[in-house]
T-cell receptor
Framework: EPEVTQTPSHQVTQMGQEVILRCVPI?????FYWYRQILGQKVEFLVS????????KSEIFDDQFSVERPDGSNFTLKIRSTKLEDSAMYFC?????????????FGQGTRLTVV | TQLLEQSPQFLSIQEGENLTVYCNSS?????LQWYRQEPGEGPVLLVT?????EVKKLKRLTFQFGDARKDSSLHITAAQPGDTGLYLC??????????FGAGTILRVKS
């Protein structure tokens, strides 16, 4: 069964360092997303990406964050200068279609720990 | 911001019991999705409900979307320890953005 895969599963970084989280969405999907979940809190939307550009982003997704689809299979989230409060599980998701009824399939997540 | 409230927050039951968890909003959603999440893992999509009043069954799980499309419920019949997990509802706020509820933690004891 096709699935979204994320690497690494766990990343520890020092405050102020740049991190890149990687995702391989499901191959025939066209819409890609990043969500995060701070320990004990709700899953929060960060950004959606379609046709090689950001289609929506939340208030969380400030200038420290960027996304890229560097080739035909990978989708990355970069945090330029990490802060302690960036520590969270980061989930990549993809969907075949967009819009209200789109079914998003999530990866297993990357646990980012900023020390 | 559209909010999804889930109840109860935590449910601990014995194997074989039935249970219902709820997802409510004051806003109308075009669809709602239910996910199950295990510790340290990503949410796994269980079902999407789209039509008001819709009922969908997935083995022992029954999902219902309210007539007004503001609420949904998940009923599990004869719960098993393998049903243990965090059950999340989510709906599209605008465009492709999903807003999630806080979830119901279900523990099924054998």
């Amino acid at each position: 069964e096709p699935e979204v895969t994320q690497t690494p599963s766990h990343q520890v970084t020092q405050m102020g360092q740049e991190v890149i989280l990687r995702c391989v969405p499901i191959s025939n999907h066209l819409y890609f997303y990043w969500y995060r979940q701070i320990l004990g809190q709700k899953v929060e939307f960060l950004v959606s990406f379609y046709n090689n550009e950001i289609s929506e982003k939340s208030e969380i997704f400030d200038d420290q964050f960027s996304v890229e689809r560097p080739d035909g299979s990978n989708f990355t989230l970069k945090i330029r200068s990490t802060k302690l409060e960036d520590s969270a599980m980061y989930f990549c998701a993809s969907s075949e279609y967009g819009g209200g009824g789109a079914e998003a399939f999530f990866g297993q997540g990357t646990r980012l720990t900023v020390v | 911001t559209q909010l999804l409230e889930q109840s109860p927050q935590f449910l601990s039951i014995q194997e074989g019991e039935n249970l219902t968890v709820y997802c409510n909003s004051s806003s109308v959603f075009s669809s709602l999705q239910w996910y199950r999440q295990e510790p340290g893992e990503g949410p796994v999509l269980l079902v999407t409900v789209v039509t008001g009043g819709e009922v969908k069954k997935l083995k022992r799980l029954t999902f219902q979307f309210g007539d007004a499309r503001k609420d949904s419920s998940l009923h599990i019949t004869a719960a098993q320890p393998g049903d243990t997990g965090l059950y999340l509802c989510a709906g599209p706020e605008y465009g492709n953005k999903l807003v999630f509820g806080a979830g119901t933690i279900l523990r099924v004891k054998s």
